[in-house]
Every structure is written in structure tokens, then in C-alpha cells.
């Protein structure tokens, strides 16, 4: 006699182990990006870092090196997403939108907290700035792939904030202040440690107050015409 099927039901085992082998690998690509560089590892090192026996194991979860990018950043992006359009919203509730200094912490903190994520926080942000102009794997192209309509929020709101730019101008900008973050998380993070093992709490904070304050003023300085 056949069992009732319950709504509540757990999920299938296959399903779970599917998920915990997806995460393993994310796990494990990310460490390897992080400490490697994205185009000096292979998907089988991946899958060996990972546990997988199956050298398909990789291509079979994530079809190729760039399905894998993007799961990484579908792993961390939503929620430096939701923290920022949570800060964008309350800057507008109280009228702020001029407010330079406000706008960079919106851009600045919530990469600055991922980073402090132990679950691959910074391995994510290193990713992040070996991506920025990469001839292949382009970070701008894969966040228009997954429609960030936070970081369209923001470009709005800061273009408008400082002074008038001509359109051309306005992404050169925006890829200068992405780089100048996450390079500057990434790039600082790593030279500390390396001399000094850890990063302090106070070191930590004046970093980022030190590119919250680079980012307004990259945005308040007016681009002159070109001669």
C-alpha cells in the first residue's frame, strides 16, 4: 500500500546531498580563486578541493568556470543587495540624497561587512577585484547578467549628488569607485596580513572610513572637459 504524500514532507535525500555538494564546491572554489587567481585553477582542482572522485563533478553542478563565478556571486551578492537598498531607502526617507559622504557608506559598508563574513566573505571580495577588467570574466558583465538594480540604484544617486558629468563619463567613474573598494579591501587586507598575521579592529575601521571618504570625494570633484 503506497504512503500519503504530506506537504511538509523533509526533502528527498538526493536534494540535500546535491545542495551540500554545491556548497562544498562553491566552498572550495572560493578559497582557490581567492588564494590562486581565478585563471590558474583548473575545474578539476576545484572538484579535488572539493571531494568530488567524479572529475565531472564540477561541469555537472555548474556547466563551466563562469557558471561557477556567477553562482559565487549568487552567493553573496543578495545580501550586500538587501543591506544596501535598506541604507539607500532610509538616506531617501530623510532626504539625504545629496549627501555625498551618506551615499559612499552605502556603497562602502555592506562590501566592507561581507568581507568580515567567515563563510568566504573575503575570498568573495578578492574574487570580486580579480574580476574588475578581467578579459574574460568581466564583473560588470556578470552583474548585468544577474540585473543589479542595486548598483544602478546607487550610480543614479551619486551622479545626481555630485556635480554634473557628461554620460560618457559617468561609468568610467563608477568602475573607478567599484575598484578603488574592493581593491582596497582586498589588496590592504592581504599586505596586513601577510605582516602582521590578523587585521586589527581599529586598523579595520580607519580603512573603511578611509574609502568611504575617497569614494565622496571621487564623486564630489568636478571632471573638467577634455582639451
Request: without cysteine.
Amino acid at each position: 500500500m503506497s504512503q500519503p504524500l504530506h506537504s511538509d514532507a523533509s526533502p528527498s535525500p538526493v536534494r540535500t546531498d546535491t545542495v551540500a555538494t554545491r556548497l562544498r564546491i562553491l566552498r572550495a572554489a572560493e578559497r582557490l580563486f581567492s588564494e590562486q587567481g581565478i585563471d590558474a585553477v583548473s575545474l578539476q582542482q576545484v572538484g579535488r578541493e572539493a571531494g568530488q572522485r567524479n572529475r565531472s563533478a564540477v561541469q555537472y553542478h555548474f556547466e563551466d568556470k563562469e557558471g561557477l563565478l556567477l553562482a559565487i556571486l549568487d552567493r553573496h551578492t543578495p545580501s550586500i543587495s538587501e543591506e544596501r537598498n535598506q541604507l539607500l531607502d532610509r538616506i531617501e526617507e530623510r532626504g539625504e540624497q545629496g549627501d555625498l559622504r551618506r551615499l559612499a557608506e552605502a556603497f562602502v559598508l555592506p562590501v566592507a561587512r561581507k568581507a568580515q563574513d567567515p563563510d568566504g566573505g573575503m575570498a568573495f571580495v578578492r574574487i570580486n577585484a580579480q574580476l574588475i577588467g578581467h578579459p574574460k570574466y568581466t564583473l560588470f558583465r556578470l552583474d548585468e547578467m544577474r540585473g543589479r538594480a542595486d548598483s544602478r540604484r546607487i550610480v543614479r544617486l551619486v551622479s545626481a549628488a555630485g556635480p554634473v558629468v557628461p554620460e560618457e563619463r559617468v561609468l568610467p567613474r563608477w568602475i573607478t569607485a567599484t575598484g578603488l573598494v574592493f581593491h582596497g579591501i582586498a589588496d590592504w587586507s592581504r599586505v596586513v596580513e601577510e605582516q602582521a598575521g590578523a587585521i586589527g579592529e581599529r586598523e579595520w575601521r580607519a580603512m573603511i572610513s578611509h574609502l568611504i571618504h575617497s569614494v565622496a570625494s571621487q564623486y564630489a570633484i568636478p571632471i573638467p572637459n577634455p582639451s
